[in-house]
């Protein structure tokens, strides 16, 4: 017991932090917006150390059960932070566009961001690195649809009609994902996991893997999620009285929400990619991006028909071109089974690019 608390000590400070900052969280709110703006960069430094212990029982999870199942833990406990986020700040009236800005940011930083630098990390340490090829074209088509349904084409919808599409949208989120986690876990799992040549060499030669408990491991992953999501309710908070005024681009927010969520992801797929387990950061970038816009979207449309009040879903003309060039890009570059340097670097340009325009307001 002793060991655990010591090997999960980040995590323990974060959660000493949350019980300290929730009775602070008065007195950091009106005590001015420089106090306001330190308080929420320190519950930033916390929700990564918190995350860094998630991503670890995620790495163990996956060693232990394999993929695709311990990225999908991972993937939904992420998404899961998300929504609760979401669900509180759009209940203290946030911007309308909230919901569709951090729905966009994921994606951005999911495909471009995580998987970009995963793949330039890990082609620059291993040249070409493999994958099954069919998981990255379930997922890429999932996303491109998905998005469409409920992203661009309620441009087109009247705004006396909304309830009723919204109602369509979230019916087919559901559909969507009731068929991916069927695939994903059922017969067809294959589809999404990839059996590496070191792997099979290390069980014919008789290494016993690194025990772990599995109950332990889960535990403390769904633990350090709600931790992080305790500190990230008062931190948006904090951090948008610390930012306002400031000429800080409101789509900020959105991205400061979507990073927080994948903090864990970000980290695992980073080791992942420099152990040579490509397959791990095809189903970590891709999944969490399907993840997001498939559970995320659902939650906050019922919110909005509940409430009565509709949420701007439509992405603009500079967000619709700029989702539609990376998942053109990931067509391309996750259509061969293996991936290097290169394809990592395109992505990164574009999430550089996705970073240039948020920061110009676009």
Same mark, same amino acid.
């Given at each position: 017991?002793?060991?655990t608390?010591?090997?999960?000590?980040?995590?323990?400070?974060?959660?000493?932090?949350?019980?300290?900052? !929730?009775?602070?969280?008065?007195?950091?709110?009106?005590? @001015?917006?420089?106090?306001?703006?330190?308080?929420?960069?320190?519950l930033?430094?916390?929700?990564?150390?918190?995350?860094?212990?998630?991503?670890h029982q995620?790495?163990?999870?996956?060693e232990?059960?394999?993929?695709? !199942?311990?990225?999908?833990?991972?993937?939904?406990?992420?998404v899961?932070? /998300?929504?609760?986020?979401?669900?509180?700040?759009?209940?203290?009236?946030?911007?309308a566009?909230?919901?569709?800005?951090?729905? !966009?940011?994921?994606?951005?930083?999911?495909i471009?961001?995580?998987?970009?630098?995963?793949?330039?990390?890990?082609?620059?340490?291993?040249? /070409?690195?493999?994958?099954?090829?069919?998981?990255?074209?379930?997922?890429?088509?999932?996303?491109?649809?998905?998005?469409g349904?409920?992203?661009?084409?309620?441009?087109?919808?009247?705004?006396?009609?909304?309830?009723?599409?919204?109602?369509?949208?979230? @019916?087919t989120?559901?559909?969507?994902?009731?068929?991916?986690?069927?695939?994903?876990?059922?017969?067809?799992s294959?589809?999404?996991s990839y059996? !590496?040549?070191?792997?099979?060499?290390?069980?014919?030669?008789?290494?016993?893997?690194?025990?772990?408990?599995?109950?332990?491991?889960?535990?403390?992953?769904?633990?350090?999620?709600?931790?992080?999501?305790?500190?990230a309710?008062?931190?948006?908070?904090?951090?948008?009285?610390?930012?306002?005024?400031?000429?800080?681009?409101?789509?900020?927010?959105?991205?400061?929400?979507?990073?927080?969520?994948?903090?864990?992801?970000?980290?695992t797929?980073?080791?992942?990619?420099?152990?040579?387990?490509?397959?791990?950061?095809?189903?970590?970038?891709?999944?969490?991006?399907?993840?997001?816009?498939i559970?995320?979207?659902?939650v906050m449309?019922?919110?909005?028909?509940?409430?009565?009040?509709?949420?701007?879903m439509a992405?603009?003309?500079?967000?619709?071109?700029?989702?539609?060039?990376?998942?053109?890009v990931?067509?391309?570059?996750?259509?061969?089974?293996?991936?290097?340097?290169? /394809?990592?670097?395109?992505?990164?340009?574009?999430?550089?690019?996705?970073?240039?325009?948020?920061?110009?307001?676009?």
């Open positions: 017991m002793l060991t608390l010591k090997q999960e000590g980040f995590l323990l400070l974060a959660l000493i932090a949350a019980c300290v900052a !929730y009775p602070l969280e008065h007195w950091m709110l009106h005590s @001015g917006q420089v106090i306001a703006l330190i308080s929420g960069l320190v930033i430094a916390f929700i990564v150390a918190a995350s860094m212990r998630v991503a995620a790495e163990l999870l996956a232990k059960v394999g993929d695709p !199942y311990g990225t999908m833990i991972l993937t939904l406990a992420a899961l932070v /998300e929504v609760v986020i979401l669900a509180i700040m759009m209940s203290n009236e946030a911007s566009t909230l919901v569709r800005d951090t729905i !966009y940011s994921a994606v951005m930083l999911d471009n961001g995580i998987l970009g630098l995963a793949a330039l990390m890990g082609g620059l340490k291993h040249g /070409e690195q493999s994958y099954n090829d069919d998981s990255a074209r379930s997922y890429s088509v999932m996303i491109l649809t998905a998005m349904v409920s992203m661009v084409v309620p441009e087109f919808i009247p705004e006396a009609r909304w309830k009723l599409y919204s109602a369509f949208t979230i @019916g989120m559901v559909v969507l994902y009731a068929l991916f986690l069927r695939m994903q876990v059922g017969p067809h294959y589809f999404f059996s !590496y040549p070191d792997k099979r060499r290390r069980k014919e030669s008789g290494a016993e893997p690194q025990p772990v408990n599995l109950v332990l491991s889960i535990g403390t992953l769904v633990f350090g999620v709600v931790v992080i999501g305790a500190l309710e008062v931190m948006s908070r904090t951090l948008d009285l610390g930012l306002e005024g400031t000429g800080a681009p409101p789509v900020i927010t959105a991205i400061l929400v979507a990073a927080i969520s994948a903090a864990p992801e970000i980290l797929a980073l080791r992942a990619a420099l152990a040579n387990r490509m397959q791990s950061v095809v189903n970590i970038a891709m999944g969490a991006s399907l993840s997001t816009v559970l995320t979207v659902p449309e019922a919110m909005a028909l509940y409430t009565g009040q509709p949420f701007q992405m603009t003309p500079v967000q619709t071109v700029m989702v539609f060039l990376t998942l053109i990931s067509a391309i570059n996750l259509n061969d089974g293996e991936t290097n340097a290169i /394809e990592g670097m395109t992505h990164f340009v574009l999430f550089a690019t996705f970073i240039m325009l948020s920061l110009l307001g676009l």
